[in-house]
């Protein structure tokens, strides 16, 4: 028998209609998997990540088993000792790879001497980006969202965008709603490890939850861990559900009268939209980007996030039971809490990205960077968001039922009650008022900040606040 060529396949491309498995055959391919020990080891990982990122490759090796592949599933030291001993054992004449997603692995394999093949996994690929922004000096995320929606055909009709709108953000930042609280189906809390389960997963948002997606999208509440949001992005992350799939399964519910246009865009707007964006911004900057700290952010991650401290903040005590939990809070516990909270602390970006990546069951470099490097702790100086968002516990309290059981005053910036989101928002825009006062999105606030008649005392419990969060006592 001739030997086989080997398809290497990396633990984030387990599906079968990915690059260079899309074209391999039992009869001329073997598929190589590894899971390296030094990976697993590196880093205090969510156990429930760990679980879901090993079953699912083992799930992914027997699938490929049923479907004739000779299947070589390693488990190295490394990734570097796993195609080492895979070559020494089969000896196979080339070894292809779809190019992978970070840039580490991508050095990897060039230095090993695979294949690479183009990747189809997501539906913008950065030299079409590129192509796309060109020399623009920004480019923003709304010109690309519309600019794939018209370039992929997503809720167009001819040349106009279904409903007559692009955009239905203002119908989709209600507040959580005072009745009914319980109404949004509760999707299974295991992780699905199976591309068979991953569809079952977005079948069921499809169907029961897509309906409600749009109104509440920016709502929290503390009984309540997934709302309307569809937690498919470990599974979009894995491979195992390939974007245009679920935003064709999404269009199609809405063209049978199914789901409201503001859903239907609201949710295809995270994917072809953001998820697309954040995918490509890490492309065009990194590995520099993850080194940014442009607000000169110097506090160590204070220990309420590694759980070494217990706090009385309702809303991040809530949210951090549920990290903990299941590695998983949708997006605005995600930004306008935990991010807030560092950013307007000034916990360092390189201390929180870290710990965030380390936290989340859906976590990668491409995503977490740009999403808290840029998005949420503006280090970047503004390349991905024109604002820093910040927020006091006036907009948590909005947006949210956490405020009403916490023993801390939202409305209260100064005094030993007052709400430390309240008090360190007030502070953050105080002491990058230079900054920020030229920033048109911001000034208002700033010049609100400048006015405040109690400056120095929101100052004095600024600084306050800041010694007990570090210290673990607030
Ligand atoms: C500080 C911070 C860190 C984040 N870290 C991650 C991460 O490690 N992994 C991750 O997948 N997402 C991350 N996000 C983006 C977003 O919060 C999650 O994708 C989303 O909450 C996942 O829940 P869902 O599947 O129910 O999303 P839905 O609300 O149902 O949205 C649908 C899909 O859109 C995509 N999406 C939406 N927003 C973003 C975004 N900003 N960036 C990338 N994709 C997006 C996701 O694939 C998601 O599954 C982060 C956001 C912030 C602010
Ligand atoms: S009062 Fe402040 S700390 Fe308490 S839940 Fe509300 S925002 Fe969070």
Redesign the pocket.
Known sequence: MTSLDTVWVFGDQLNRAIGALSVARPTTHRVLLITAADKIASRPWHPARVALYTRAIEAFASELRDAGFNVDHRHAASMRDGLTAHRAEFSPASVFVTEPNSFTARRLVTELGCEVVESNQFLCHPTVFNEWAGSRKGFKMEDFYRWQRKRLGYLMDGDAPAGGEWNFDEQNRERPPKEGRDRWPVPVDIWATTRDEALQRLEFFVTRVLPM?GPH?DAMLADNWHLA?????PY??LGLLLPAEVCDRVEAEYRAGRVPINSAEG?IR??IG??EY?WNFYWRHMPDYASLNHLDARMDLPPVFTGDAPTQMRCVSSILDDVRARG?V??IP??MV??NLALIAGVNPQQFTRW??DS?V???EW??VP??IG??LHADGGKMASKPYAAGGAYIDRMSDYCKDCSFDRTKRVGEDACPFTTLYWDFLLRHADRFVKNPRMSTQVRAAQKLGDAEGVRHRASDVLRRLHLGQI
């Open positions: 997606f999208e949001h569809s937690v498919l992005s979009l992350n949710f995270q994917v953001w998820r954040v998983w949708h997006h995600r930004l935990l991010g965030m990546w989340f859906d976590a990668a995503v977490m999403n808290v998005m949420s």
